[in-house]
């Protein structure tokens, strides 16, 4: 069956340390995987969108990789700070969908 | 120029009731998608209208049905509610051509109880 997961609930750094969350996905070939950063009581906002072919997207202190041999992207946050305590949430495009997995929660404390 | 918005944010039905959402898509956008997300878990695909037509349908039951007007908003109805459509219901709105390999725009949702 088709699957994406996402590496734990809950994902607890300190401030300044690099944030590292996993996404995994099994019998899919999507053509484009993107990263969303919710929080509470709020909708979905986009933050990388990374294509097959590309193994790296980078963005301010936000990286993203894309492995489509491990089936496996990883959303790095660098200099992490309180401030990116969220969920993050990342999403398959395949060929007329879009699948989400279920979500990161990360907490950086001071 | 505004961004997707979505009333109203919080509605308390009982079983049985019908309701009705309501979506405005960010300004330019052609495309209305809906999304349902229970607590905890990513949001799940509903359905998606371009043109006034449904275009594409999750799994999910006929009981979900939408609809969008010449303007590009959208509503959601839900008839027959049971305890577990319990959930935020997400909008999110993108041009057509664009739909999945570009940034979805999403509202910040209707959050729905069902008692």
């Known amino acids: 069956s088709q699957k994406i997961e996402q590496n734990s609930e809950a994902l607890n750094i300190q401030e300044g340390k690099t944030a590292t969350l996993t996404c995994n996905y099994t019998?899919?070939?999507?053509?484009?995987l993107q990263w969303y950063r919710q929080d509470p009581g709020r909708g979905p906002v986009f933050l990388l969108l990374i294509r097959e072919n590309e193994k790296e997207k980078r963005k301010e202190r936000l990286k993203v990789t894309f492995d489509t041999t491990l089936k496996q992207s990883l959303f790095h946050i660098t200099a992490s700070q309180p401030a990116d305590s969220a969920t993050y949430l990342c999403a398959l495009t395949v060929p007329n969908d879009m699948r989400f997995g279920a979500g990161t929660r990360l907490t950086v404390k001071p | 120029d505004a961004g997707v918005t979505q009333s109203p944010t919080h509605l308390i039905k009982t079983r049985g009731q019908q309701v009705t959402l309501r979506c405005s898509p960010k300004s330019g956008h052609d495309t209305v998608s809906w999304y349902q997300q229970a607590l905890g878990q990513g949001p799940q695909f509903i359905f998606q209208?371009?043109?006034?037509?449904?275009?594409q349908r999750g799994n999910f039951p006929d009981r979900f049905s939408g609809h969008q007007f010449p303007n590009y908003s959208s509503e959601l109805n839900v008839n027959a509610l049971l305890l577990g459509d319990s959930a935020l219901y997400l909008c999110?709105?993108?041009?057509?051509?664009?739909?999945?390999?570009?940034?979805?725009?999403f509202g910040n949702g209707t959050r729905l109880t069902v008692t």
């Open positions: 019998n899919y070939s999507p053509a484009y």
């Open positions: 209208y371009y043109e006034e037509e449904e275009r």
């Open positions: 999110a709105s993108s041009f057509l051509i664009d739909t999945y390999n570009s940034p979805l725009h």
